[in-house]
């Protein structure tokens, strides 16, 4: 079997790429990329927890409930992604670009 410190590793490091993606880059489809690869890394460690959990209380129901938590965190995730590219799309028809930082341009 193997540790759970690995998956503590693997992902930290998912976590921590998503999130210096998401702080530097100004492309709004490389940032919701970025927001799904931090989503992803949590649900490995959602996923990693139970399964350790369910290794030590092996004669107990337990050992789904992370699993439970991974698929509703993945269909929160799945409609982020269908607005976040619905706006991108309207976004891009105004403006003629996906760049954040000319976001304020849709207040007037």
């Known amino acids: 079997m193997i540790p759970i410190s690995y998956y503590l590793f693997l992902s930290l ?8 993606g998401v702080m530097t880059r100004r492309n709004i489809i490389i940032m919701l990329m970025c927001v799904e690869l931090m989503l992803n890394s949590v649900n490995l460690l959602l996923v990693a927890f139970s399964k350790m959990h369910h290794a030590q209380n092996l004669g107990t129901d337990v050992g789904i409930d992370g699993q439970m938590l991974v698929l509703f965190i993945m269909v929160v995730a799945a409609a982020e992604v269908a607005i976040g590219l619905s706006i991108m799309i309207l976004f891009y028809r105004k403006m003629y670009n996906v760049d954040v930082k000319s976001l304020n341009r849709l207040k007037h």
């Open 13 to 20: 490091a998912l976590f921590s790429i998503g999130m210096i």
